[in-house]
């Protein structure tokens, strides 16, 4: 059974990268807006340059055709040194993948081509690291994928069935193969009001019928350029968890500060809790999708503006 489970790893790994050449080389990165701050912490120039030329044409071509020919040795060849360096890469992917989420929440990975525009998430850092494992585990196997597939039986066919449903679940790609690319989820269920949690009301999503087929190849626009009004920031503060946790602390409805940054506007609230004067700071992201509020208790003075970011203004 251990042997079964080392000869499916292969076939499983030559799949994954043999897909993700597909993808590489059929759909195209959108290009994305590079932030030089996340969070109001500057992101370090390396890894603007990293991230920026992941949606270089050239890089992400050059990327697919390395997969492709680590996935056709994977089919063709036992040897140590091919599922050696299937492991490195996998495991270069999972420190990426990683390092994108804490880094560059608004980023995809790029795992998939322009399927994997989505931000990277847990799902993805999930994703990567079981794949690393399943390249590790198939250091042991003593067959070339095209032999496995040749003496291959129902028990082997069982394991890949299940693995690859796993890897399924885990992979957000999946939602942008099955429904509409550059469609807002409410009109991808042929609906015509907001799709989700938190949108202002002056961003209403309705296509007219006639619009619709424009609108599906129109690329989403990156949240660090896209025009967020103040409305929606305060719609999607309010309906927040992190509102309601803090609502009691908040000492007046009026803003102290509130300014932009990239794909996050911060909102300051003058706040009181256990007899101390305090300063409430949330974080609304800009994304038109999967919007996120975060939130904390500072001293005051502590939220200043940095140097460079413009006021978002002050509510009338």
Not at 12 to 28: D, G, M, N, P
Not at 168 to 191: D, M, V
Not at 198 to 206: F, H, K, S, T, Y
Not at 257 to 263: K, P, S
Request: charged share 20%.
């Amino acid at each position: 059974m251990v042997m079964v489970f080392q000869n499916t790893q292969v076939l499983l790994l030559a799949a994954v990268l043999l897909a993700a050449c597909l993808a590489k080389l059929t759909i195209r990165n959108p290009r994305a807006a590079v932030p030089e701050h996340v969070h109001g912490v500057p992101v370090p120039a390396g890894l603007r340059r990293a991230t920026a030329g992941r949606s270089i044409r050239g890089m992400s071509v050059g990327l697919g055709l390395g997969e492709g020919v680590l996935g056709l040795a994977l089919l063709v060849t036992s040897h140590l040194s091919v599922r050696i360096a299937t492991m490195v890469a996998f495991a270069a992917a999972t420190w990426v993948v990683g390092e994108l989420r804490v880094r560059r929440p608004d980023a995809g990975c790029g795992c998939f081509g322009g399927l994997s525009s989505k931000p990277a998430g847990r799902r993805s850092v999930l994703r990567a690291m079981l794949f690393t494992a399943a390249a590790i585990a198939s250091l042991g196997a003593p067959h070339a994928g095209l032999d496995v597939l040749r003496t291959g039986h129902a028990r082997m066919g069982l394991v890949l069935v299940v693995e690859l449903a796993l890897f399924a679940a885990l992979s957000p790609e999946l939602s942008a193969l099955l429904l509409p690319r550059g469609l807002p989820r409410a009109l991808r269920r042929g609906g015509g009001g907001s799709g989700h949690r938190g949108a202002g009301q002056g961003e209403r999503q309705d296509v007219p019928r006639g619009a619709r087929r424009g609108v599906r190849h129109r690329p989403v626009v990156p949240c660090a350029r896209r025009r967020s009004p103040l409305a929606e920031t305060y719609a999607t503060l309010y309906d927040s968890p992190a509102w309601a946790a803090h609502e009691n602390t908040i000492a007046s409805a009026v803003p102290l500060d509130v300014w932009r940054e990239g794909c996050w506007r911060f909102v300051v609230f003058q706040a009181r809790a256990d007899g101390r004067d305090l300063e409430a700071v949330f974080a609304v992201s800009t994304s038109q999708y999967d919007r996120t509020v975060r939130a904390a208790l500072v001293g005051p003075g502590s939220a200043e503006r940095p140097a460079g970011a413009a006021p978002s203004g002050r509510p009338s």
